[in-house]
């Protein structure tokens, strides 16, 4: 389990969190908006290690940003499905009230407790002949990468629709399991 998240972590940003989530914003709504123009059953996205969905001062988590893109985009006519997963039960709980606040006004999205791991191939099987945009996160290891390689290489090979995954490769955490080693 990530130990990450826990204590302050969700009481403000800190400077790693700033930096994930201006990608987030800055790439997001471009892969949205030109791969579910020309694809119009829309985009999935899986946000693997959501965490709470809004920090405690109101500033939006990773999977707030990515809802009010896909709330952005059903305004153009163009359909994300968003699924966040959390493993972390009150850290799900918070997830839970966000991303049911967007599914009000219409946003398709789903949180799930859990891994990713439990989650991906339902996911990636969803989004056959649809853009996939994975965001993994982690406060530490990811998911192994013949896992990750494995479930893309079977379903997503062709050139058309895209996928893109933007991670987190956490050198601590692979300096830690060194030190094991």
């Known amino acids: 389990m990530s130990t990450g998240t826990s204590g302050s972590y969700w009481q403000g940003k800190a400077l790693p969190s700033v930096f994930k989530h201006e990608l987030l914003k800055r790439y997001l709504p471009p892969f949205a908006g030109m791969t579910g123009s020309q694809e119009k059953r829309g985009v999935v996205y899986l ?3 959501a965490g709470e969905g809004r920090y405690e001062s109101g500033e939006p988590g990773s999977a707030e940003i990515a809802l009010r ?3 952005h985009h059903q305004g153009l006519g163009l359909q994300m499905s968003c699924f966040f997963v959390e493993q972390q039960e009150k ?3 918070r997830l839970q009230e966000v991303v049911e606040g967007y ?3 219409g946003v398709r999205a789903s949180a799930r407790r859990g891994g990713v791991d439990d989650v991906l191939d339902e996911v990636v099987g969803q989004a056959v002949g649809m853009p996939l945009f994975l965001f993994l996160d ?3 290891l990811c998911l192994p990468m013949d896992r990750l390689s494995g479930v893309l290489a079977g ?3 062709q050139k058309w629709p895209p996928t893109e ?3 987190n490769f956490s050198m601590m955490a692979v300096r830690r399991l060194g030190g094991h080693v």
């Open 47 to 49: 946000d693997g290690y």
């Open 69 to 71: 893109v896909a709330r």
């Open 165 to 167: 995954l933007l991670m």
């Open 103 to 105: 599914r009000t006004s």
């Open 138 to 140: 982690p406060c530490g």
């Open 155 to 157: 379903k997503r090979q």
């Open 91 to 93: 850290s799900f709980a």
